[in-house]
């Protein structure tokens, strides 16, 4: 349907090409959260890999930094339709962590959990292979509090709803559950190439 | 809320009943359309305009009118000069128009009457908009529970809204407004002095709503943790970079 008057401001093809469906480009990089930016001392801080409740392996700020790092760089797709370009990040791999605990994969599916109590699902297949890693630097520098420092869930290939800030543990599950938006009506998946924006797309 | 919603949620045609300037820069829209479910004040919409060949810009609005079977949605929308969709609806949509529009959407910047009170509303600019639609819906369905507005704007004459706010300030026993200016020689942004008189006037908030741009709504949200406020009832929602 073509709305009366509309004509648009249509970006180079070289960045539409780039753009999955409903999005535009930002040079910003916005920020979206539900609620105040958790104060986190690194001191106490830990990252915790769990079986349902049970712990498998944590590791303090110091441990955590002592793995082996990840980079990767590309564009991340946000649902509330912003794209951004060319973005660096730096981390550990959900391989080099699960490597790490030494214990293979209980199950397919994990919930990320954030210390504002946020959660999020992924599946283990989106989360291994190089395709994430729990981020603690973008752009050569280390993650500010607002952009989910000092460590962050990277899943870029997913909407960014999907890569939890603050993220202090992920927790396998037997089923593949829904966390925060996907209890409130947001995709279960998150492909932004399909549009997967809400539950039924 | 504990089970996934697995309804999708589909596209709606919206036709454009009234425009009405509200401040220099921003319009209140209202559209005629009919939800498949019940909003919540708050929440959002998306809209989606389509030129003829095809091409299709996207974006999301607050919704500023109080949930109602009515039919009828209303949006403020600022008028960014060379914005793609917000030029269109400043300078081209009229009454009759049609506009593709999902929603209501969002469940987590919400509030509900049985969610009760006191309430604690802190808007910067434009960011007023979902807290008007809570304090509509309060006046309507919970009106003894308490609410503060604390609305930052640059200048007075941006204030959305102003005599809806200051009517309901005069009509509303359990409902105040403190506007702060920010802009001009007596300009003053929010800071922990302003936040302690709203808390003393309202009381222990049980939520807060804090809407806005990025640097406001962060500074403000840091003033409430400083004050000793449970970030667990803090609530928040950010446009811009």
């Known amino acids: 349907m073509a709305t009366r008057g509309f004509t648009g401001h249509r970006p180079p093809d ?17 920020v979206l959260q539900i609620g105040p930016t958790p104060r986190i001392d690194l001191a106490t801080w830990s990252f915790t890999l769990r079986d349902g409740a049970k712990p498998i392996k944590s590791w303090t700020w110091e441990a955590f930094n002592a793995l082996p790092r990840t980079q990767w760089g590309g564009d991340i797709h946000c649902v509330t339709q912003w794209s951004k370009f060319d973005t660096r990040w730096e981390g550990v791999s959900l391989d080099d962590l699960l490597a790490d605990a030494g214990v293979p994969a209980p199950t397919d599916f994990l919930l990320a959990e954030g210390h504002d ?7 283990l297949a989106d989360l291994v292979g190089g395709k994430a890693m729990v981020a603690t630097h973008v752009g050569g520098l280390p993650l500010t509090p607002d952009h989910g420092g000092p460590a962050r869930l990277l899943v870029p290939h997913l909407y960014f709803w999907k890569s939890a800030k603050w993220v202090k543990g992920l927790r396998f599950t037997r089923r593949d559950e829904g966390g925060f938006w996907e209890l409130r009506g947001y995709h279960m998946y998150g492909d932004p190439w399909r549009e997967q924006r809400f539950a039924g797309d | 809320m504990t089970e996934p919603n697995p309804r999708p949620l589909p596209w709606l045609k919206a036709s454009i009943v009234d425009i009405r300037p509200v401040t220099a820069r921003v319009k209140a829209f209202r559209l005629r359309v009919d939800f ?16 003829p060949d095809g091409y299709r810009a996207q974006r999301s609005y607050s919704i500023a ?3 109602s079977s009515d039919g009828i949605v209303e949006l403020m929308i600022e008028g960014f000069g060379d914005g793609e969709v917000s030029g269109f609806f400043d300078g081209v949509a009229e009454p009759g128009d049609v506009i593709e529009l999902r929603g209501p959407i969002g469940g987590s910047f919400v509030w509900r009457p049985q969610d009760g009170g006191p309430l604690l509303l802190i808007g910067g600019g434009s960011g007023v908009v979902p807290l008007l639609a809570i304090l509509r819906h309060r006046a309507i369905a919970a009106p003894d529970v308490p609410a503060l507005l604390l609305y930052s704007v640059r200048d007075a004459a941006e204030t959305i809204l102003r005599a809806e706010l200051a009517d309901r300030a005069r009509d509303e026993p359990d409902f105040s407004v403190m506007l702060n200016v920010t802009g001009g020689t007596d300009g003053r942004r929010i800071d922990a002095a302003l936040i302690g008189a709203a808390l003393a006037r309202l009381g222990s908030p049980r939520h807060s709503y804090l809407c806005g741009s990025n640097a406001f709504v962060g500074a403000a949200a840091d003033l409430l943790l400083d004050a000793g406020l449970d970030p667990a ?3 928040t929602e950010r446009f811009g970079g």
């Open chain 2, 65 to 67: 009118s109080a949930p």
């Open chain 2, 233 to 235: 009832t803090i609530r």
């Open chain 1, 14 to 30: 070289a960045t539409r090409e780039r753009l999955p469906p409903g999005q535009s480009l930002t040079t910003d990089f916005p």
């Open chain 1, 117 to 123: 109590d946020y959660t999020t699902n992924v599946p």
């Open chain 2, 36 to 51: 498949d479910r019940p909003a919540i004040a708050g929440q959002h919409v998306d809209l989606r305009l389509t030129a």
